[in-house]
């Protein structure tokens, strides 16, 4: 799955959508990152405030990961050197 996200509410809106593909709750986010809910649903609803650290630890529940890219494409670490 590749979902592209430029704001906050695109990456809550991201992170909403592949919980609920797995048939997750907020609550087994919590229960799998030991943040409260109030935080998962935070971060879902594009608070802008979330620490990279609760995004990152969503996504690593999630089994996601960050791939940083060019808009309108991608630029490999191997064109750079």
Known sequence: MDLTARTAE???EAL???RKARGWTQSDI???TNLR???VS???NGDAGTKLATV???M???GLEFRLVERGGSLEIEDIF
Request: net charge positive; charged share 20%.
């Open 56 to 58: 990152l630890a969503v």
């Open 10 to 12: 695109q990456i809550g």
């Open 30 to 32: 919590s229960a799998r």
């Open 42 to 44: 935070s971060l879902e």
């Open 16 to 18: 909403r959508r592949t």
């Open 37 to 39: 809910v109030a935080t």
């Open 60 to 62: 690593a529940a999630l």
